[in-house]
């Protein structure tokens, strides 16, 4: 599921705000003796100590105070209390709290769970006119329990449609602007606090956003200089992406063409430099020597957190008359492959399978917005429910969530005003720790860490324009928080309901009775139908066969992936639905074939008996389908070595004994060929168990392997190739020997881990390789290898492959 949480019910918090001013009064209660509440095991008791490491604590809100809070496995679930390490000076806190004070409780009564979620709807509670901004603490300070009351500002209530009419909304967003407007350019190279000066709607920071636009602008060459300029190594996709987003809202704002012929460059680019399926990497992607564009993502592969950005920009670059050749065929191509994960899952790191998640640091969210913006409503209202859902894994993403909430309430808000009140409701808590008493806001890490320190993330974007895009949506003055919204991709009440509830609320994870996780089987939402089948699997009594069998088979495509999924958990169990699943490795819905694949792959043992039907549909080639990740979900099932990415080994990963070479030698020379290389890295388990008439049956596929890198996840291609090289050692063929060399100077991914292997393979042909020698010695090859070939006197013999690959027309290396 999205996270150790995903279960549980947020209390309706009460919050998101924006306080100032002081005053204070702190008793000493008749009770300050009484007992304090233990924490679950393992949870220190900051009472009686102060742990050794407390450098990463969270800000507490408006309050100006930091405070350390008990972490495990990055989630203060556990925390039952709160150690000042910081307060603030002119802060509300300032005399009131201090360093080392313990806060044990609010509002009276103890922390009775995650003390941080607590705090951060007690600020809530506490701002509104009927607690007239009084926060009380349940505080230890020197051996003593006390209450303390901490003075807030006023803020009122939010209301259930917040942001939407609802004026405390509007005073976070106008206090933070002033904030913005003193400095708006701190800490915020990809122009986000800009972006929220626009969304504000109000007229004296046009002319903040006017400057930094036109100094933007100022001095980008045309595409074709900028293009030659920004090709090759570096970040560019990142700063191009951002800033293009920035000059066509503003564009679109206020139709001032002074940066038109800089939109014009930076869309011609980003264009021009998409890979092959409609991705982008950390960089832009040059043209091959021959000229040709839209190659495979080198060597990293492809990042869509860096991509999808330039994804928006470019459909907002159409809105502003662009006409560059390349623009449309771009959105078609990134339409095309974003849109491929609608209703399977989330949108991944690379160009890999969906993920399991409802959203995965903000990506669906940045889908949403990119949909929308293009009119694409049934792509934009899918992302934009699984994002309305995904609020119990916001604070967790790969290099932190910081992406997460620049993006994610305006995901949601593609779902409609509903879906955004919804997702947020559900984040106030969150939101109220990440404000502070100045107007601004902080990023918090995961674990902690939140603070000045985190005002902006990597200096990129700033915190506070991130937190205010949400609270602008109402205003609707960028196509980014929803101007000339189409509301055909509204979400019903009834779908915000079903999105809050699958996302952790009550009414889904609660129950677990065979009749409703049969029903979750069917869910819209890919992380439900997980959990179900793994529920599932827990009921050993019953028979559920047939039924999972029929709806493997039904008309229902959710159903159908649920009741896979469901067949797979079963393991051993489900040997009775190889005939329907083997059939639905056929199926005309694509992702059907991929789980039924996966499904073949658990249930283990028994699925050899349909190994032949596996290996036929396994050598078919799907052409409608770009990332071919049908027939990737069968290299895993027969030829996965097994490993951290997809779990057990495939069915042949051990042993190709006794299979027919007839349906073997196809299904590998297939896969070998198939776009992702994390499909073809498969077949690192099969080279490894060629035998010597293997290898020249398969000598043109084997070498086109070594020297061609897939086109799809370039940073795992390295697998296959190693694979490729080593199995040609083994058996000391000549033509190993040449493409040993192009590994070794190839620009990859993992190059060093590539050389090691590289000088291991050369070790093993000793003497054979010594016509390599005056290379491998200008190369810098390690002295261990260069003893091993030069000190071989009695070398092994070399084999040729020469007649082999001229029967299969692939030309010697």
């Known amino acids: 599921m999205e996270n150790s949480k995903i279960r549980s019910v947020l209390p309706i918090a009460v919050a998101f705000v924006l306080f100032a001013g002081v005053c204070?009064?702190?008793?000493?209660?008749?009770?300050?003796?009484?007992?304090?509440?233990?924490?679950?095991?393992?949870?220190?008791?900051?009472?009686?100590?102060?742990?050794?490491?407390?450098?990463?604590?969270?800000?507490?809100?408006?309050?100006?105070?930091?405070?350390?809070?008990?972490?495990?496995?990055?989630?203060?679930?556990?925390?039952?209390?709160?150690?000042?390490?910081?307060?603030?000076?002119?802060?509300?806190?300032?005399?009131?709290?201090?360093?080392?004070?313990?806060?044990?409780?609010?509002?009276?009564?103890?922390?009775?769970?995650?003390?941080?979620?607590?705090?951060?709807?007690?600020?809530?509670?506490?701002?509104?006119?009927?607690?007239?901004?009084?926060?009380?603490?349940?505080?230890?300070?020197?051996?003593?329990?006390?209450?303390?009351?901490?003075?807030?500002?006023?803020?009122?209530?939010?209301?259930?449609?917040?942001?939407?009419?609802?004026?405390?909304?509007?005073?976070?967003?106008?206090?933070?602007?002033?904030?913005?407007?003193?400095?708006?350019?701190?800490?915020?190279?990809?122009?986000?606090?800009?972006?929220?000066?626009?969304?504000?709607?109000?007229?004296?920071?046009?002319?903040?956003?006017?400057?930094?636009?036109?100094?933007?602008?100022?001095?980008?060459?045309?595409?074709?200089?900028?293009?030659?300029?920004?090709?090759?190594?570096?970040?560019?996709?990142?700063?191009?992406?951002?800033?293009?987003?920035?000059?066509?809202?503003?564009?679109?704002?206020?139709?001032?063409?002074?940066?038109?012929?800089?939109?014009r460059a930076y869309t011609g680019c980003i264009a021009r430099g998409q890979g092959r399926f409609g991705t982008w990497g950390h960089g832009l992607i040059g043209a091959s020597p021959s000229g040709k564009l839209h190659g495979p993502v080198p060597p990293y592969g492809p990042v869509n957190q860096a991509g999808l950005p330039g994804f928006v920009s470019l459909g907002l670059a159409e809105k502003c008359g662009v006409d560059d050749p390349e623009l449309k065929p771009a959105l078609e191509r990134a339409n095309q492959f974003f849109g491929y994960y609608v209703n399977k899952g989330s949108i991944p790191y690379g160009e890999h399978r969906p993920t399991n998640q409802f959203d995965e640091?903000?990506?669906?969210?940045?889908?949403?917005?990119?949909?929308?913006?293009?009119?694409?409503?049934?792509?934009?209202?899918?992302?934009?429910?699984?994002?309305?859902?995904?609020?119990?894994?916001?604070?967790?993403?790969?290099?932190?969530?910081?992406?997460?909430?620049?993006?994610?309430?305006?995901?949601?808000?593609?779902?409609?005003?509903?879906?955004?009140?919804?997702?947020?409701?559900?984040?106030?808590?969150?939101?109220?720790?990440?404000?502070?008493?100045?107007?601004?806001?902080?990023?918090?890490?995961?674990?902690?860490?939140?603070g000045g320190s985190e005002a902006s993330y990597n200096g990129v974007f700033n915190a506070t324009g991130s937190f205010l895009l949400g609270y602008a949506l109402p205003l609707r003055k960028l196509y980014i928080t929803g101007r000339d919204a189409d509301e055909k991709g509204w979400l019903t009440a009834p779908e915000v309901t079903e999105a809050i509830q699958a996302g952790g609320g009550k009414g889904i994870y609660d129950r677990t009775d065979v009749e409703h996780l049969m029903k979750c089987l069917g869910s819209w939402a890919a992380p439900v139908r997980v959990w179900a089948a793994g529920e599932l699997a827990k009921h050993q009594e019953e028979d559920l066969l047939p039924r999972l069998i029929k709806m493997a088979e039904g008309d229902d495509a959710n159903a159908r992936v649920g009741a896979c999924l469901a067949l797979g958990q079963l393991r051993q169990r489900a040997a009775p639905s190889l005939p329907a699943l083997v059939r639905l490795l056929s199926h005309d819905d694509r992702w059907s074939r991929v789980q039924a694949a996966d499904a073949l792959k658990l249930i283990g043992e028994p699925a050899r008996a349909v190994l032949p039907e596996m290996l036929k549909i396994a050598a078919r080639t799907d052409e409608g389908e770009l990332m071919q990740f049908g027939q990737g979900g069968l290299a895993y099932a027969l030829f996965y070595p097994g490993g951290p990415t997809a779990g057990s080994p495939g069915l042949l990963a051990k042993s190709i004994d006794g299979i027919d070479r007839e349906l073997l030698y196809p299904a590998v020379r297939a896969i070998s060929r198939n776009p992702d290389s994390h499909a073809r890295g498969c077949l690192r388990s099969t080279y490894e168990h060629l035998t010597l008439d293997d290898v020249k049956a398969l000598a043109p596929d084997i070498i086109e392997s070594i020297q061609e890198i897939a086109p799809a996840n370039a940073m795992f291609s390295k697998g296959i190739r190693i694979a490729g090289v080593q199995v040609l050692a083994k058996y000391y063929v000549e033509e190993g020997l040449p493409l040993n060399m192009m590994l070794w100077n190839l620009p990859i991914w993992g190059k060093a881990a590539t050389r090691s292997a590289v000088a291991e393979v050369l070790k093993h042909y000793r003497g054979a390789a010594k016509s390599l020698l005056p290379e491998l010695k200008k190369q810098g090859f390690p002295p261990d290898v260069i003893a091993a070939i030069e000190n071989d006197a009695n070398p092994p013999k070399l084999i040729s492959l020469e007649e082999y690959l001229d029967k299969g027309n692939k030309k010697k290396p």
């Open 24 to 263: 204070f009064h702190s008793l000493e209660t008749a009770g300050a003796a009484r007992k304090k509440p233990a924490g679950p095991a393992g949870n220190p008791d900051l009472t009686q100590s102060t742990p050794a490491d407390i450098g990463k604590p969270y800000n507490l809100g408006p309050t100006g105070a930091q405070g350390w809070i008990y972490v495990e496995s990055g989630m203060t679930e556990k925390s039952r209390q709160i150690l000042i390490t910081e307060v603030e000076k002119n802060s509300p806190a300032d005399g009131i709290l201090q360093v080392g004070d313990v806060i044990l409780g609010v509002f009276g009564e103890p922390f009775s769970e995650d003390a941080r979620k607590s705090f951060g709807r007690a600020i809530g509670e506490a701002e509104t006119e009927v607690r007239q901004g009084i926060l009380k603490l349940l505080v230890w300070r020197k051996s003593k329990q006390q209450e303390i009351d901490l003075k807030l500002r006023v803020m009122g209530a939010y209301r259930d449609t917040a942001p939407y009419d609802c004026p405390k909304s509007k005073k976070i967003l106008e206090e933070g602007c002033r904030f913005i407007a003193k400095n708006p350019r701190a800490g915020d190279r990809f122009l986000i606090n800009q972006l929220a000066l626009m969304a504000s709607g109000k007229p004296e920071y046009l002319e903040i956003v006017r400057k930094t636009a036109l100094a933007v602008a100022a001095g980008v060459p045309d595409v074709e200089t900028l293009w030659k300029k920004s090709t090759g190594d570096g970040m560019h996709t990142w700063g191009f992406g951002y800033t293009n987003l920035f000059l066509t809202e503003y564009f679109l704002a206020t139709g001032d063409k002074t940066v038109l012929p800089a939109i």
């Open 361 to 450: 640091n903000g990506k669906n969210s940045i889908a949403a917005v990119a949909f929308a913006v293009q009119g694409k409503t049934s792509e934009s209202r899918y992302f934009a429910k699984m994002v309305t859902a995904s609020y119990e894994g916001r604070e967790w993403g790969h290099a932190g969530s910081a992406f997460s909430y620049v993006w994610g309430p305006s995901g949601a808000n593609c779902g409609g005003p509903k879906a955004a009140a919804g997702f947020m409701k559900e984040l106030r808590w969150y939101y109220d720790l990440s404000r502070r008493w100045d107007g601004s806001f902080v990023f918090t890490g995961n674990g902690g860490g939140g």
